[in-house]
DNA sequence: GCCGTTTTCGGCCCGACTGTTTTCAGTCG
Protein backbone atom coordinates (compact mmCIF):
# COMPACT_ATOMS: atom_id res chain seq x y z
CA UNK A 1 0.00 0.00 0.00
CA UNK A 2 1.47 3.19 -1.29
CA UNK A 3 1.31 6.71 0.40
CA UNK A 4 -0.73 7.98 -2.58
CA UNK A 5 -3.71 4.87 -1.98
CA UNK A 6 -3.40 6.10 1.85
CA UNK A 7 -3.64 9.46 0.62
CA UNK A 8 -6.98 9.10 -1.65
CA UNK A 9 -8.57 7.03 1.35
CA UNK A 10 -8.64 9.94 3.69
CA UNK A 11 -9.32 12.24 1.10
CA UNK A 12 -12.57 10.22 0.12
CA UNK A 13 -13.58 10.20 3.89
CA UNK A 14 -12.98 13.98 4.20
CA UNK A 15 -15.32 14.53 0.69
CA UNK A 16 -18.29 12.10 2.19
CA UNK A 17 -18.40 13.95 5.56
CA UNK A 18 -18.20 17.15 3.43
CA UNK A 19 -21.73 15.64 2.12
CA UNK A 20 -22.73 14.61 5.20
CA UNK A 21 -22.41 18.09 6.40
CA UNK A 22 -20.01 16.91 9.21
CA UNK A 23 -17.77 19.32 11.62
CA UNK A 24 -15.48 21.53 8.95
CA UNK A 25 -12.74 21.33 11.32
CA UNK A 26 -13.04 17.30 11.49
CA UNK A 27 -13.45 17.23 7.89
CA UNK A 28 -10.10 19.79 7.27
CA UNK A 29 -8.31 17.29 9.73
CA UNK A 30 -8.77 14.73 6.86
CA UNK A 31 -8.36 16.41 4.38
CA UNK A 32 -4.27 18.16 6.43
CA UNK A 33 -3.65 14.65 6.42
CA UNK A 34 -4.16 13.72 3.06
CA UNK A 35 -2.24 16.00 1.68
CA UNK A 36 0.49 15.59 4.65
CA UNK A 37 0.54 11.76 3.50
CA UNK A 38 0.66 12.51 0.02
CA UNK A 39 3.40 14.21 0.02
CA UNK A 40 5.60 12.24 2.28
CA UNK A 41 9.01 10.69 1.86
CA UNK A 42 8.43 7.97 3.78
CA UNK A 43 6.45 4.64 3.03
CA UNK A 44 4.23 5.25 5.78
CA UNK A 45 2.27 1.35 5.37
CA UNK A 46 6.02 0.75 7.33
CA UNK A 47 5.82 3.27 9.80
CA UNK A 48 4.88 2.07 13.52
CA UNK A 49 1.98 4.01 14.97
CA UNK A 50 4.67 6.04 17.15
CA UNK A 51 6.32 7.03 13.96
CA UNK A 52 2.95 8.17 12.51
CA UNK A 53 1.44 10.37 15.56
CA UNK A 54 5.41 12.47 15.38
CA UNK A 55 4.20 13.68 11.85
CA UNK A 56 2.39 16.84 12.42
CA UNK A 57 -1.63 16.99 11.75
CA UNK A 58 -1.93 12.75 12.64
CA UNK A 59 -3.30 12.30 16.15
CA UNK A 60 -4.27 8.81 17.57
CA UNK A 61 -7.28 8.30 15.11
CA UNK A 62 -5.45 8.96 11.91
CA UNK A 63 -2.49 6.97 12.73
CA UNK A 64 -4.46 3.52 13.89
CA UNK A 65 -6.14 4.46 10.90
CA UNK A 66 -2.96 4.59 8.52
CA UNK A 67 -2.03 1.22 10.52
CA UNK A 68 -5.62 0.02 9.67
CA UNK A 69 -5.10 0.47 5.68
CA UNK A 70 -1.36 -0.41 5.49
CA UNK A 71 -2.52 -4.18 7.24
CA UNK A 72 -5.77 -4.76 5.76
CA UNK A 73 -6.00 -2.65 2.57
CA UNK A 74 -8.89 -0.83 3.84
CA UNK A 75 -10.52 1.49 6.51
CA UNK A 76 -13.68 0.53 8.26
CA UNK A 77 -14.97 3.94 8.78
CA UNK A 78 -14.22 4.52 4.96
CA UNK A 79 -16.43 1.37 3.65
CA UNK A 80 -18.78 2.54 6.47
CA UNK A 81 -19.22 5.89 5.09
CA UNK A 82 -19.15 3.80 1.15
CA UNK A 83 -21.98 1.90 2.56
CA UNK A 84 -24.39 5.56 3.56
CA UNK A 85 -23.63 6.57 0.00
CA UNK A 86 -22.88 5.41 -3.58
CA UNK A 87 -19.30 6.00 -4.22
CA UNK A 88 -20.57 7.19 -7.93
CA UNK A 89 -21.89 10.36 -6.06
CA UNK A 90 -18.16 11.02 -5.68
CA UNK A 91 -18.02 11.84 -9.19
CA UNK A 92 -20.79 14.65 -9.16
CA UNK A 93 -18.49 16.48 -6.44
CA UNK A 94 -16.10 17.06 -8.88
CA UNK A 95 -17.95 18.55 -11.33
CA UNK A 96 -17.19 22.86 -11.52
CA UNK A 97 -19.97 24.62 -9.53
CA UNK A 98 -21.36 21.65 -8.02
CA UNK A 99 -20.15 21.09 -4.16
CA UNK A 100 -21.01 18.90 -1.34
CA UNK A 101 -23.84 20.56 -0.36
CA UNK A 102 -25.96 20.29 -3.75
CA UNK A 103 -24.47 16.63 -4.06
CA UNK A 104 -26.38 15.58 -0.53
CA UNK A 105 -29.45 17.53 -1.88
CA UNK A 106 -29.55 16.04 -5.50
CA UNK A 107 -29.27 12.47 -3.84
CA UNK A 108 -31.64 13.24 -0.80
CA UNK A 109 -34.00 14.64 -2.93
CA UNK A 110 -33.87 13.47 -6.56
CA UNK A 111 -31.75 10.14 -5.76
CA UNK A 112 -29.59 11.61 -8.55
CA UNK A 113 -26.16 8.96 -7.98
CA UNK A 114 -24.33 9.53 -11.30
CA UNK A 115 -23.39 12.02 -13.64
CA UNK A 116 -25.56 10.60 -16.20
CA UNK A 117 -28.95 10.75 -13.91
CA UNK A 118 -28.05 14.58 -13.17
CA UNK A 119 -27.91 15.12 -16.92
CA UNK A 120 -31.34 13.83 -17.14
CA UNK A 121 -32.46 15.28 -14.11
CA UNK A 122 -31.40 19.10 -15.51
CA UNK A 123 -32.56 18.41 -19.09
CA UNK A 124 -36.02 17.44 -17.95
CA UNK A 125 -35.96 20.82 -15.59
CA UNK A 126 -36.65 18.87 -12.54
CA UNK A 127 -33.33 20.60 -10.78
CA UNK A 128 -34.58 23.82 -10.58
CA UNK A 129 -37.15 22.57 -8.61
CA UNK A 130 -34.46 21.76 -5.49
CA UNK A 131 -34.29 25.20 -2.97
CA UNK A 132 -31.49 27.65 -3.90
CA UNK A 133 -31.14 25.91 -7.63
CA UNK A 134 -32.33 27.66 -10.36
CA UNK A 135 -32.43 27.51 -14.23
CA UNK A 136 -29.27 28.89 -14.96
CA UNK A 137 -27.95 26.52 -12.52
CA UNK A 138 -29.46 23.77 -14.28
CA UNK A 139 -27.50 25.01 -17.60
CA UNK A 140 -24.20 25.19 -16.24
CA UNK A 141 -24.94 21.73 -14.45
CA UNK A 142 -24.88 20.59 -18.09
CA UNK A 143 -21.95 22.61 -18.97
CA UNK A 144 -19.99 20.45 -16.35
CA UNK A 145 -21.53 17.37 -16.80
CA UNK A 146 -20.10 17.61 -20.69
CA UNK A 147 -16.90 18.64 -19.53
CA UNK A 148 -16.34 15.46 -17.59
CA UNK A 149 -17.64 13.30 -20.20
CA UNK A 150 -15.19 14.73 -22.38
CA UNK A 151 -12.44 13.96 -20.17
CA UNK A 152 -13.80 10.81 -19.12
CA UNK A 153 -11.24 7.81 -19.31
CA UNK A 154 -8.29 9.96 -19.23
CA UNK A 155 -5.74 10.17 -16.62
CA UNK A 156 -2.94 12.59 -15.55
CA UNK A 157 0.65 11.26 -16.54
CA UNK A 158 1.92 10.83 -13.10
CA UNK A 159 -1.13 8.51 -12.17
CA UNK A 160 -1.13 6.53 -15.85
CA UNK A 161 3.04 6.19 -15.14
CA UNK A 162 2.84 5.36 -11.56
CA UNK A 163 0.36 2.66 -12.86
CA UNK A 164 2.51 1.41 -15.34
CA UNK A 165 5.61 1.03 -13.58
CA UNK A 166 4.22 -1.22 -10.84
CA UNK A 167 2.84 -3.58 -13.40
CA UNK A 168 6.15 -3.30 -15.01
CA UNK A 169 7.77 -4.34 -11.81
CA UNK A 170 5.01 -7.28 -11.14
CA UNK A 171 5.18 -8.80 -14.87
CA UNK A 172 9.17 -8.55 -15.13
CA UNK A 173 9.08 -11.04 -11.77
CA UNK A 174 6.94 -13.03 -12.76
CA UNK A 175 8.02 -13.31 -16.65
CA UNK A 176 11.75 -13.01 -16.31
CA UNK A 177 12.88 -14.60 -19.95
CA UNK A 178 10.18 -11.81 -21.55
CA UNK A 179 10.87 -8.02 -22.23
CA UNK A 180 8.48 -5.13 -21.25
CA UNK A 181 8.35 -2.09 -22.30
CA UNK A 182 6.34 1.03 -21.71
CA UNK A 183 4.75 2.48 -25.29
CA UNK A 184 2.01 4.84 -26.15
CA UNK A 185 1.32 7.91 -24.52
CA UNK A 186 3.21 7.20 -21.29
CA UNK A 187 6.42 6.65 -23.52
CA UNK A 188 5.87 10.16 -25.37
CA UNK A 189 4.82 11.42 -21.73
CA UNK A 190 1.40 13.35 -22.69
CA UNK A 191 0.13 15.18 -20.17
CA UNK A 192 -2.78 13.22 -19.98
CA UNK A 193 -3.09 9.04 -21.22
CA UNK A 194 -6.39 7.55 -21.87
CA UNK A 195 -4.63 3.99 -21.11
CA UNK A 196 -1.58 2.32 -20.45
CA UNK A 197 0.10 0.21 -23.54
CA UNK A 198 2.66 -2.46 -22.67
CA UNK A 199 4.75 -4.33 -25.50
CA UNK A 200 6.14 -7.97 -24.95
CA UNK A 201 8.99 -9.48 -26.28
CA UNK A 202 9.31 -12.93 -26.32
CA UNK A 203 8.03 -16.55 -26.22
CA UNK A 204 6.80 -16.96 -22.21
CA UNK A 205 2.81 -18.90 -23.55
CA UNK A 206 2.13 -17.50 -19.78
CA UNK A 207 2.35 -14.07 -20.36
CA UNK A 208 -1.36 -13.44 -21.04
CA UNK A 209 -2.27 -15.29 -18.30
CA UNK A 210 -0.59 -13.58 -15.67
CA UNK A 211 -1.19 -10.17 -16.77
CA UNK A 212 -4.79 -10.94 -16.14
CA UNK A 213 -4.11 -12.27 -12.52
CA UNK A 214 -2.38 -9.09 -11.47
CA UNK A 215 -4.16 -8.17 -8.21
CA UNK A 216 -4.76 -4.19 -9.76
CA UNK A 217 -6.65 -6.01 -12.70
CA UNK A 218 -10.67 -4.81 -11.92
CA UNK A 219 -12.25 -6.59 -14.81
CA UNK A 220 -10.76 -8.23 -18.12
CA UNK A 221 -11.84 -6.45 -20.79
CA UNK A 222 -10.41 -9.37 -23.63
CA UNK A 223 -7.94 -11.85 -23.31
CA UNK A 224 -6.56 -13.28 -26.32
CA UNK A 225 -3.05 -14.90 -27.04
CA UNK A 226 -1.47 -11.58 -28.61
CA UNK A 227 -3.33 -9.07 -26.83
CA UNK A 228 -5.33 -8.51 -23.54
CA UNK A 229 -6.83 -5.81 -22.15
CA UNK A 230 -7.83 -4.96 -18.52
CA UNK A 231 -9.42 -2.69 -16.41
CA UNK A 232 -7.47 -1.80 -13.70
CA UNK A 233 -8.38 -0.80 -9.79
CA UNK A 234 -8.73 3.16 -10.33
CA UNK A 235 -10.10 3.16 -13.83
CA UNK A 236 -7.24 3.35 -15.75
CA UNK A 237 -7.58 0.84 -18.87
CA UNK A 238 -4.31 -1.65 -19.30
CA UNK A 239 -3.18 -3.13 -22.71
CA UNK A 240 -0.97 -5.83 -23.50
CA UNK A 241 0.75 -6.95 -26.78
CA UNK A 242 3.51 -9.67 -27.18
CA UNK A 243 5.50 -9.85 -30.08
CA UNK A 244 7.91 -11.79 -31.82
CA UNK A 245 11.35 -10.95 -31.47
CA UNK A 246 12.30 -10.16 -34.35
CA UNK A 247 9.07 -7.37 -34.62
CA UNK A 248 10.11 -5.91 -31.35
CA UNK A 249 11.75 -2.71 -32.66
CA UNK A 250 8.90 -2.43 -35.06
CA UNK A 251 6.43 -2.90 -32.33
CA UNK A 252 7.84 -0.36 -30.63
CA UNK A 253 7.74 2.02 -32.90
CA UNK A 254 4.02 0.98 -34.04
CA UNK A 255 2.35 0.78 -30.64
CA UNK A 256 4.41 4.24 -29.23
CA UNK A 257 2.60 6.66 -31.60
CA UNK A 258 1.40 9.21 -32.09
CA UNK A 259 -1.40 8.42 -34.48
CA UNK A 260 -0.10 11.58 -36.54
CA UNK A 261 3.69 10.56 -36.29
CA UNK A 262 2.73 7.01 -37.51
CA UNK A 263 1.27 8.09 -40.21
CA UNK A 264 3.55 10.26 -41.65
CA UNK A 265 5.98 8.13 -41.26
CA UNK A 266 4.32 5.13 -43.49
CA UNK A 267 3.71 7.84 -45.97
CA UNK A 268 7.67 8.35 -46.17
CA UNK A 269 8.22 4.66 -46.13
CA UNK A 270 5.33 4.20 -49.50
CA UNK A 271 7.35 7.09 -51.39
CA UNK A 272 10.30 4.94 -50.90
CA UNK A 273 8.71 1.33 -52.10
CA UNK A 274 8.44 0.16 -48.39
CA UNK A 275 5.62 -0.81 -46.17
CA UNK A 276 5.79 0.14 -42.29
CA UNK A 277 3.66 -1.93 -39.80
CA UNK A 278 4.29 -3.19 -36.57
CA UNK A 279 5.38 -6.39 -37.65
CA UNK A 280 8.59 -4.81 -39.29
CA UNK A 281 9.45 -2.42 -42.36
CA UNK A 282 9.31 -4.41 -45.38
CA UNK A 283 10.07 -4.41 -49.22
CA UNK A 284 6.93 -3.76 -51.01
CA UNK A 285 8.23 -5.52 -54.49
CA UNK A 286 9.03 -8.74 -52.74
CA UNK A 287 7.57 -8.49 -48.83
CA UNK A 288 11.83 -8.74 -47.78
CA UNK A 289 11.90 -7.40 -44.47
CA UNK A 290 14.25 -4.82 -44.03
CA UNK A 291 13.93 -3.47 -40.28
CA UNK A 292 12.15 -4.65 -37.20
CA UNK A 293 14.65 -5.58 -34.57
CA UNK A 294 15.42 -1.85 -33.18
CA UNK A 295 13.58 1.09 -33.40
CA UNK A 296 17.11 2.89 -34.84
CA UNK A 297 17.15 -0.11 -37.85
CA UNK A 298 13.96 1.29 -38.56
CA UNK A 299 14.41 5.03 -38.58
CA UNK A 300 17.74 4.77 -40.37
CA UNK A 301 16.35 2.23 -42.78
CA UNK A 302 13.75 5.50 -43.82
CA UNK A 303 16.98 8.11 -43.79
CA UNK A 304 16.47 9.02 -40.25
CA UNK A 305 18.44 9.51 -36.80
CA UNK A 306 15.93 8.10 -34.08
CA UNK A 307 13.48 10.38 -32.91
CA UNK A 308 12.88 10.90 -28.77
CA UNK A 309 9.86 9.39 -28.34
CA UNK A 310 8.75 12.87 -27.22
CA UNK A 311 9.16 14.12 -29.94
CA UNK A 312 6.82 11.66 -31.98
CA UNK A 313 3.58 14.24 -32.07
CA UNK A 314 3.76 14.53 -36.09
CA UNK A 315 4.92 18.56 -35.25
CA UNK A 316 8.01 18.82 -37.56
CA UNK A 317 10.35 15.82 -35.96
CA UNK A 318 10.47 13.94 -39.22
CA UNK A 319 11.57 16.93 -41.10
CA UNK A 320 14.28 17.89 -38.15
CA UNK A 321 15.35 14.28 -38.44
CA UNK A 322 16.19 13.89 -41.94
CA UNK A 323 18.18 17.10 -41.53
CA UNK A 324 19.66 15.65 -38.39
CA UNK A 325 18.65 18.92 -36.59
CA UNK A 326 16.58 17.14 -33.81
CA UNK A 327 17.26 19.19 -30.39
CA UNK A 328 19.30 17.58 -27.67
CA UNK A 329 16.75 17.82 -25.17
CA UNK A 330 16.68 19.14 -21.28
CA UNK A 331 16.98 16.93 -18.86
CA UNK A 332 16.11 16.87 -15.05
CA UNK A 333 20.00 16.35 -14.37
CA UNK A 334 20.33 19.37 -16.26
CA UNK A 335 17.80 21.82 -13.65
CA UNK A 336 20.05 23.67 -11.12
CA UNK A 337 17.10 25.61 -9.07
CA UNK A 338 13.59 25.66 -8.92
CA UNK A 339 11.85 29.20 -9.43
CA UNK A 340 8.70 28.60 -7.80
CA UNK A 341 7.80 27.55 -4.39
CA UNK A 342 5.69 28.46 -1.04
CA UNK A 343 5.92 28.72 2.45
CA UNK A 344 3.93 28.68 6.14
CA UNK A 345 4.09 32.03 5.61
CA UNK A 346 1.30 31.82 3.35
CA UNK A 347 -0.29 28.75 2.26
CA UNK A 348 2.69 26.46 2.43
CA UNK A 349 3.07 24.01 4.72
CA UNK A 350 6.75 23.96 5.42
CA UNK A 351 9.35 27.09 6.56
CA UNK A 352 11.76 28.84 4.62
CA UNK A 353 14.80 26.06 5.65
CA UNK A 354 12.89 23.07 5.87
CA UNK A 355 12.30 24.14 2.32
CA UNK A 356 15.32 24.66 1.38
CA UNK A 357 16.45 21.97 2.94
CA UNK A 358 14.28 19.91 1.21
CA UNK A 359 15.35 21.77 -2.47
CA UNK A 360 18.90 21.18 -1.78
CA UNK A 361 18.61 17.53 -0.74
CA UNK A 362 16.78 17.31 -4.21
CA UNK A 363 19.46 18.88 -6.33
CA UNK A 364 18.87 21.69 -6.52
CA UNK A 365 21.45 24.86 -6.03
CA UNK A 366 19.13 27.94 -5.23
CA UNK A 367 15.77 27.72 -4.99
CA UNK A 368 13.28 30.86 -5.17
CA UNK A 369 11.15 31.42 -2.51
CA UNK A 370 7.95 32.86 -3.80
CA UNK A 371 4.68 33.46 -1.64
CA UNK A 372 1.17 34.39 -2.21
CA UNK A 373 0.24 38.19 -2.43
CA UNK A 374 -2.32 40.20 -0.41
CA UNK A 375 -4.88 39.59 -3.05
CA UNK A 376 -5.15 36.10 -2.05
CA UNK A 377 -6.51 36.56 1.29
CA UNK A 378 -7.66 33.05 1.73
CA UNK A 379 -3.67 32.20 1.49
CA UNK A 380 -2.78 34.38 3.76
CA UNK A 381 -1.37 36.70 0.97
CA UNK A 382 1.76 39.21 1.79
CA UNK A 383 1.10 43.13 1.88
CA UNK A 384 4.19 45.15 0.98
CA UNK A 385 5.61 45.24 4.36
CA UNK A 386 5.26 41.18 5.28
CA UNK A 387 6.40 40.93 1.78
CA UNK A 388 9.84 42.67 2.82
CA UNK A 389 10.38 41.53 6.33
CA UNK A 390 9.64 38.17 4.54
CA UNK A 391 11.77 38.71 1.88
CA UNK A 392 14.38 39.75 4.75
CA UNK A 393 14.44 36.77 6.52
CA UNK A 394 14.99 34.49 3.20
CA UNK A 395 18.38 36.27 2.83
CA UNK A 396 19.45 35.45 6.41
CA UNK A 397 18.24 31.97 6.09
CA UNK A 398 20.30 31.75 2.74
CA UNK A 399 23.43 33.25 4.20
CA UNK A 400 23.39 30.56 7.03
CA UNK A 401 23.06 27.69 4.72
CA UNK A 402 25.33 25.96 3.49
CA UNK A 403 24.65 24.25 -0.98
CA UNK A 404 22.24 26.36 -1.50
CA UNK A 405 20.97 29.57 -2.10
CA UNK A 406 17.91 31.47 -1.92
CA UNK A 407 15.96 33.83 -3.39
CA UNK A 408 13.59 36.00 -2.16
CA UNK A 409 11.00 36.40 -4.56
CA UNK A 410 6.91 36.44 -4.74
CA UNK A 411 4.20 35.31 -6.28
CA UNK A 412 2.21 38.52 -7.37
CA UNK A 413 -1.18 38.76 -8.33
CA UNK A 414 -2.33 39.78 -11.69
CA UNK A 415 -5.39 41.70 -10.32
CA UNK A 416 -8.56 41.66 -12.71
CA UNK A 417 -7.74 44.89 -14.18
CA UNK A 418 -3.83 44.06 -14.95
CA UNK A 419 -2.59 46.36 -12.41
CA UNK A 420 0.05 44.24 -9.83
CA UNK A 421 -1.31 43.32 -6.60
CA UNK A 422 1.96 44.93 -4.80
CA UNK A 423 3.55 48.56 -5.25
CA UNK A 424 6.97 48.80 -7.29
CA UNK A 425 9.04 49.94 -5.18
CA UNK A 426 7.99 46.95 -3.27
CA UNK A 427 8.49 44.71 -6.45
CA UNK A 428 11.93 46.46 -7.37
CA UNK A 429 13.40 45.48 -3.74
CA UNK A 430 12.89 41.30 -4.75
CA UNK A 431 15.06 39.06 -6.37
CA UNK A 432 12.86 37.82 -8.72
CA UNK A 433 9.39 38.51 -9.63
CA UNK A 434 6.45 36.26 -10.77
CA UNK A 435 2.88 37.21 -11.79
CA UNK A 436 -0.17 35.26 -11.90
CA UNK A 437 -3.69 35.37 -12.58
CA UNK A 438 -5.51 33.38 -9.51
CA UNK A 439 -9.26 35.50 -9.58
CA UNK A 440 -12.06 36.72 -12.45
CA UNK A 441 -11.39 33.57 -14.37
CA UNK A 442 -13.81 34.17 -16.41
CA UNK A 443 -13.36 37.26 -17.96
CA UNK A 444 -13.72 37.56 -21.81
CA UNK A 445 -10.26 37.06 -24.09
CA UNK A 446 -10.41 40.96 -24.57
CA UNK A 447 -10.27 41.68 -21.24
CA UNK A 448 -8.11 38.56 -20.11
CA UNK A 449 -5.29 39.06 -23.02
CA UNK A 450 -5.15 43.21 -21.99
CA UNK A 451 -4.85 42.15 -18.17
CA UNK A 452 -2.05 39.90 -19.10
CA UNK A 453 0.13 42.18 -22.01
CA UNK A 454 -0.04 44.95 -18.99
CA UNK A 455 1.34 42.55 -16.22
CA UNK A 456 4.15 41.88 -18.91
CA UNK A 457 4.79 45.83 -18.54
CA UNK A 458 5.39 46.50 -15.73
CA UNK A 459 9.41 46.26 -15.82
CA UNK A 460 9.81 43.83 -12.09
CA UNK A 461 8.16 40.92 -13.23
CA UNK A 462 10.02 38.56 -14.74
CA UNK A 463 8.43 35.71 -15.00
CA UNK A 464 4.61 34.70 -16.08
CA UNK A 465 3.56 31.50 -13.51
CA UNK A 466 1.17 29.21 -15.06
CA UNK A 467 0.03 31.21 -18.10
CA UNK A 468 -3.17 29.81 -18.99
CA UNK A 469 -4.16 28.54 -15.83
CA UNK A 470 -5.70 25.43 -16.82
CA UNK A 471 -6.56 22.61 -14.63
CA UNK A 472 -6.04 19.32 -16.48
CA UNK A 473 -9.27 16.84 -16.77
CA UNK A 474 -10.90 19.63 -14.40
CA UNK A 475 -11.00 23.67 -15.79
CA UNK A 476 -10.34 24.83 -19.54
CA UNK A 477 -7.51 27.46 -19.64
CA UNK A 478 -8.72 31.43 -19.09
CA UNK A 479 -8.96 33.01 -22.58
CA UNK A 480 -6.09 34.59 -23.25
CA UNK A 481 -4.53 34.50 -26.49
CA UNK A 482 -1.33 33.05 -25.99
CA UNK A 483 0.32 34.17 -28.92
CA UNK A 484 0.06 37.84 -28.31
CA UNK A 485 1.27 36.87 -24.64
CA UNK A 486 4.19 35.10 -26.11
CA UNK A 487 4.81 38.03 -28.32
CA UNK A 488 4.38 40.26 -25.38
CA UNK A 489 6.90 38.27 -23.46
CA UNK A 490 9.54 38.26 -26.66
CA UNK A 491 9.60 41.94 -26.56
CA UNK A 492 9.55 42.41 -22.93
CA UNK A 493 12.21 39.84 -22.13
CA UNK A 494 9.68 38.22 -19.43
CA UNK A 495 10.52 34.40 -19.03
CA UNK A 496 7.21 32.42 -19.13
CA UNK A 497 6.57 29.23 -17.09
CA UNK A 498 6.37 25.74 -17.52
CA UNK A 499 4.32 24.87 -14.22
CA UNK A 500 5.60 21.13 -13.13
CA UNK A 501 2.36 20.84 -11.02
CA UNK A 502 1.09 17.68 -12.46
CA UNK A 503 -2.39 19.08 -12.74
CA UNK A 504 -1.25 22.20 -14.13
CA UNK A 505 1.50 21.57 -16.84
CA UNK A 506 1.40 24.96 -17.79
CA UNK A 507 2.23 25.96 -19.79
CA UNK A 508 1.59 23.38 -22.26
CA UNK A 509 4.08 21.34 -24.49
CA UNK A 510 2.54 22.89 -27.56
CA UNK A 511 2.59 26.76 -26.41
CA UNK A 512 5.99 26.20 -24.60
CA UNK A 513 7.18 25.10 -27.94
CA UNK A 514 5.56 28.07 -29.78
CA UNK A 515 7.35 30.45 -27.14
CA UNK A 516 10.77 29.12 -27.75
CA UNK A 517 10.19 29.42 -31.84
CA UNK A 518 9.58 32.92 -30.97
CA UNK A 519 12.67 33.37 -28.66
CA UNK A 520 11.03 33.36 -25.43
CA UNK A 521 12.97 32.18 -22.35
CA UNK A 522 11.28 29.67 -19.98
CA UNK A 523 11.73 28.88 -16.46
CA UNK A 524 10.28 25.25 -15.03
CA UNK A 525 8.81 25.21 -11.71
CA UNK A 526 7.54 23.06 -9.19
CA UNK A 527 5.46 25.77 -6.98
CA UNK A 528 5.96 23.89 -4.38
CA UNK A 529 3.91 24.00 -1.52
CA UNK A 530 5.91 21.43 0.68
CA UNK A 531 8.57 20.15 0.85
CA UNK A 532 7.83 16.98 -0.98
CA UNK A 533 7.17 18.96 -3.94
CA UNK A 534 10.38 19.44 -5.96
CA UNK A 535 10.31 15.72 -6.75
CA UNK A 536 7.63 17.03 -9.21
CA UNK A 537 10.38 18.81 -11.34
CA UNK A 538 10.52 15.33 -13.61
CA UNK A 539 6.50 16.29 -14.78
CA UNK A 540 7.82 19.46 -15.62
CA UNK A 541 10.83 18.37 -17.51
CA UNK A 542 9.07 15.95 -19.46
CA UNK A 543 6.87 18.74 -20.99
CA UNK A 544 9.45 20.93 -21.23
CA UNK A 545 11.37 17.86 -23.86
CA UNK A 546 8.06 17.59 -25.78
CA UNK A 547 8.10 21.32 -26.24
CA UNK A 548 11.88 20.82 -27.82
CA UNK A 549 13.23 22.44 -25.46
CA UNK A 550 17.21 22.49 -25.31
CA UNK A 551 19.05 23.25 -21.89
CA UNK A 552 19.56 26.73 -23.10
CA UNK A 553 15.97 27.29 -23.73
CA UNK A 554 15.63 26.91 -20.18
CA UNK A 555 16.62 29.66 -17.19
CA UNK A 556 16.88 27.66 -14.30
CA UNK A 557 19.50 25.08 -15.69
CA UNK A 558 22.34 28.20 -15.10
CA UNK A 559 23.99 28.76 -12.41
CA UNK A 560 22.44 31.39 -9.86
CA UNK A 561 24.99 34.22 -10.90
CA UNK A 562 23.80 33.55 -14.58
CA UNK A 563 20.35 32.80 -14.12
CA UNK A 564 20.18 36.30 -12.02
CA UNK A 565 22.41 37.96 -14.91
CA UNK A 566 19.67 36.59 -17.45
CA UNK A 567 16.62 38.50 -15.67
CA UNK A 568 14.33 40.86 -16.99
CA UNK A 569 15.08 43.49 -14.10
CA UNK A 570 19.01 42.64 -14.69
CA UNK A 571 19.82 43.20 -18.06
CA UNK A 572 17.61 46.82 -18.08
CA UNK A 573 20.21 48.50 -15.55
C1' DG B 1 -9.94 15.06 14.27
C1' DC B 2 -5.63 17.70 15.82
C1' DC B 3 -3.30 20.58 18.85
C1' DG B 4 -1.72 22.85 22.94
C1' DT B 5 -2.37 24.05 26.74
C1' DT B 6 -3.85 29.04 30.87
C1' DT B 7 -3.69 20.28 31.03
C1' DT B 8 -8.81 18.02 28.98
C1' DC B 9 -11.57 21.84 26.36
C1' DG B 10 -11.84 25.52 22.85
C1' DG B 11 -9.93 27.09 18.69
C1' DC B 12 -8.97 25.72 14.14
C1' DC B 13 -8.71 30.95 7.58
C1' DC B 14 -11.75 33.80 4.86
C1' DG B 15 -13.04 37.22 0.89
C1' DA B 16 -15.18 37.43 -3.68
C1' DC B 17 -18.51 35.93 -6.64
C1' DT B 18 -22.76 33.94 -8.29
C1' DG B 19 -27.30 32.72 -8.53
C1' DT B 20 -30.63 32.63 -5.72
C1' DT B 21 -32.44 35.57 -3.24
C1' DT B 22 -35.44 40.06 -0.47
C1' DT B 23 -30.87 38.96 3.20
C1' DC B 24 -28.06 34.68 1.92
C1' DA B 25 -26.17 29.95 0.93
C1' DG B 26 -22.97 27.56 -1.70
C1' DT B 27 -18.74 27.33 -4.22
C1' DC B 28 -14.14 28.50 -5.23
C1' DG B 29 -9.52 29.56 -4.51
Excluded at 113 to 137: I, N, P, S, W, Y
Excluded at 166 to 184: I, K, N, Q, W
Aim: one cysteine or more; aromatic letters at 4%.
Amino acid sequence: MDNLAIARIFSEIADLLEIKSENPFKIRAYRNASETIAYATERLAYCTEDQLRAIPGIGKDLASKIREIAETGEARYHRDLLEQFPTTILDLLRLQGVGPKTVAQLYAQLGIRTVDELEAACREGRVRALKGLGAKKEQLMLKACAERKQHAGRHLLPDASEAASLLLEYLRAECSTVTFVPVGSVRRGADTSGDIDILATGTDPHVMATFTIYKLVDRILGQGETKSSVLLWGGIQADLRLVPEESHGAAMQYFTGSKAHNIALRDRAMSRGLKLNEYGLFRVEDGALVAGRTEAEIYDALGLVEIPAELREGRGEIEAAELDALPHLVTLADIQGDLHSHTTETDGRDDIETMAIAARDAGFRYLAITDHSQALAMANGLDEHRALAHAQRVRDISHRLEGITLLAGIECDIRPDGAMDLADDCLAQLDVVIASVHSAFNQDEAQMTDRMLRAVTCPYVDIIGHPTGRILLRREPYKVDVRQLIEAAAEAGVALEINAQVDRLDLSDAHAKSARDRGVKIVISTDSHAAGGFRQMRWGVQVARRAWLTKDDVLNTRTVAEFRAGLRRNRRL
